[in-house]
């Protein structure tokens, strides 16, 4: 394996910067506007209706049912162009370094709800699930992962089934619903948010379908939460694809990376120097 790695060159454009830095571990999360063009949220959507028009074709399901589908990579090539996207990628390692890997992906396509339905956010949570139970540590507990959220619908207001969050409350251990915001956004806006943050869905009391995607990336310790064996497609890939979708020299190679393991280590050095690596 050749450890020259390759990024789209516009990615040296969409390095985090000091402001974003500085937001993200006060607030939890950053917005990135324009983050896909519009050519491609178009092309995104059709993958998106076409898998949720599947879904409620199926036996049981009602109109109000939203899908919610994990296991993107491998459902439709298209996917995988998203994985190092220039304007979002920079900003995930910008936060977590380069020792880390693609853990998790998501389609959510929530249409017009139940008239009836209460407004505002619902099932609060903090990500994945049994980590903020098993960690020993007191709050906050380690960030470890942090996800990026394509919007792929205009959301100019309040009330058309909104990603909620709690601003701050990544470092709370008794979140407060009522100082949550729903988040609004343009068509191909994207947001970074770290996976402690406390956020949830809303009720979706407008005529759009809502469609957003998710892309969560972890340490290249941590178990992938969406299914990630694709032998075939990693080996079709470049070196930093591979390591994204988890490609490893061996087992220790997730803990004591070798260059072979983390050609994204190779890229920020060559890119950004010595200190932006670390140890």
């Known amino acids: ?8 060159e516009t990615s040296v454009d969409h390095l985090l910067t000091d402001d974003e830095a500085d937001r993200f571990d006060r607030e939890g999360y950053i917005t990135i506007p324009d983050a896909l ?5 178009g092309r995104f959507l059709a993958i998106a209706h076409g898998q949720a028009d599947a879904f409620h074709a199926g036996p049981g399901v009602h109109p109000y049912s939203f899908l919610n589908q994990h296991d ?16 979002t990628f920079p900003k995930v390692f910008g936060v977590l370094g380069w020792n880390i890997q693609l ?14 339905a209460p407004r505002g956010g619902y099932a609060w949570h903090q990500d994945n699930n049994r980590m903020n139970r098993d960690f ?3 709050m906050p507990h380690p ?27 990544h470092r709370d251990a008794t979140p407060d619903p009522a100082r949550s915001v729903e988040v609004t ?21 407008s005529g759009t379908i809502r469609v957003v995607i998710f892309f969560g990336y972890s340490y290249r310790w941590l178990r992938p939460k969406s299914a990630m ?27 004591d990376p070798t260059d072979d393991d983390v050609p994204l280590r190779g890229w920020i050095r060559k890119q950004m120097g010595d200190r932006a690596v670390g140890e």
């Open 1 to 8: 394996m050749t450890t020259e790695p390759t990024l789209p």
């Open 37 to 41: 063009d519009a050519a491609r949220v």
């Open 72 to 87: 993107l990579i491998g459902r439709d090539p298209a996917y995988l162009e998203l994985i190092d996207w220039p304007t």
């Open 103 to 116: 853990f998790h992906t998501q389609l959510v396509v929530t249409p017009p709800g139940h008239p009836d």
């Open 136 to 138: 020993e540590t007191p």
């Open 143 to 169: 960030r470890v992962s942090v996800k990026v959220a394509f919007f792929l619908t205009e959301l100019g207001s309040d009330g058309m089934g909104n990603f909620c969050v709690i601003p701050g409350s």
């Open 185 to 205: 956004a343009q068509a191909g806006d994207a947001i970074l948010f770290d996976r402690r943050l406390w956020h949830s869905a809303s009720s979706n009391h």
């Open 229 to 255: 064996d694709f032998p075939d497609l990693v080996e079709q890939c470049g070196t930093l694809r591979r390591q994204l979708l988890g490609a490893a020299t061996g087992a220790n190679g997730y803990f």
